[in-house]
């Protein structure tokens, strides 16, 4: 059987895709799905920022959320975000969400098996060899592994992070709004910073992030996270859940895939935000207009995301200067919060404002970093 599309790696840009595909006039073509794992784990958090939940966020009746965050450090900012919500996704609900949505459509097919290979045959369809020696066929590839089509730019800046969910015997979190970055002082060779999402008063998400372009010894982020917590919150605490990866952050395309029958997704499809790492609420654009072009019967050679050139140009600004000089970044976020309403730089950060009130955020900066970092432009 050839299917009509193939989504190999099913993760939130996967998942997200197959919703949209089954809420249009495609919903009725044959899909096979394919990942290495069941999908049974809570594995990540996922977050975003919006008036109201995103159309795959799970539970929409009942949705974990902000009205408020904070950044810390030499000085404390407090921001409300007016009318947006700063929502939070466990990774086990949105995928328990997906897989029930998908479990009584007989043109779905769910294989728990690893790609090692693929090839395309003289029809042009896609030929998937799996780890059991299985051999898939189909005429599009909605691809998420980075190893099948695409590799990460050499000597790139990574978001490098580990966190804890923990649970402590005593209140000690301010559970009405979040700590987006609370900063690591005296930074010089790297920017870092620590992120804590409090669900109630004893529970929260506690992170520690850092901005570098080798990873960091697992052993040292453990150490740090680990005395930040009994420093500033608590010694007596439980670990309930841990999270750990590695976000690329660039501009620079990871793909240079021409076949219009092979699309990437999520963070190789161009979803995440160069310059903070967020990628949710991308992918969920990202896949309506993937959906849109679909039906339309689109030829276009590339249907990644494709940013607008300012937005680019802020970026790597803002790489440039992690990359050169990371001490300087603490007050250029702190700066961007105190002196603007939150709800706009989020707005900003979603790349959903226009020139005018973005000339209105950048306006009220200091210049002298920022003139450094055009003078020595380079592209991140």
């Known amino acids: ?131 059991t020696e299985s051999v898939f066929s189909g005429k599009k590839i909605i691809n998420s592994i980075p190893q099948l089509n695409g590799e990460l730019p050499e000597d790139v800046l990574k978001q490098i992070f580990l966190g804890w969910k923990i649970r402590t015997k005593d209140p000690v979190f301010d559970s009405k709004q979040i700590t987006l970055m609370d900063f690591v002082p005296n930074q010089s060779d790297a920017f870092s910073f620590f992120y804590i999402l409090p669900y109630n008063e004893r529970e929260a998400l506690v992170e520690y992030t850092l901005y570098d372009k080798i990873d960091i010894d697992t052993t040292e982020m453990i150490s740090k996270l680990r005395n930040y917590i009994e420093t500033k919150f608590s010694k007596d605490f439980d670990i309930t859940f841990e999270e750990k990866g590695s976000i690329p952050m660039s501009t620079k395309a990871f793909s240079t895939s021409t076949n219009p029958n092979w699309i990437n997704v999520g963070t190789i499809g161009g979803c995440t935000k160069p310059s903070t790492g967020y990628t949710y ?76 009130e973005e000339l209105n955020i950048l306006r009220k900066l200091s210049f002298g970093i920022f003139i450094k970092s055009l003078l020595n432009y380079e592209q991140h």
């Open 281 to 356: 609420h991308t992918i969920q654009k990202h896949s309506k207009q993937l959906i849109n072009e679909l039906v339309n019967g689109s030829t276009k050679t590339n249907l990644s995301w494709n940013r607008p050139f300012r937005f680019k140009f802020y970026d790597n600004i803002l790489l440039n200067i992690a990359s050169r000089w990371p001490e300087r970044l603490p007050d250029i976020f702190q700066e961007m919060f105190s002196r603007n309403p939150g709800d706009q730089v989020l707005k900003f950060l979603n790349e959903e404002t226009n020139f005018f």
């Open 1 to 131: 059987m050839t299917y009509d599309f193939i989504i190999s790696g099913l993760g939130c840009a996967g998942f997200s895709f197959l919703y949209y595909l089954l809420d249009s006039p495609l919903k009725d073509q044959n899909v096979l799905v394919i990942d290495a794992s069941k999908k049974d784990q809570n594995d990540r958090t996922w977050c975003y920022w919006s008036p109201t939940p995103l159309d795959t966020h799970p539970n929409k009746d009942n949705p974990t959320f902000w009205n408020s965050i904070a950044l810390s450090g030499k000085k404390n900012t407090v921001s409300s975000l007016k009318n947006l919500k700063y929502y939070h996704i466990k990774s086990s609900d949105f995928y328990q969400q997906m897989l029930e949505m998908i479990s009584d459509k007989p043109n779905i097919k769910f294989v728990n098996d690893r790609i090692v290979g693929v090839q395309t045959t003289s029809e042009g369809n896609f030929e998937l060899l799996t780890a």
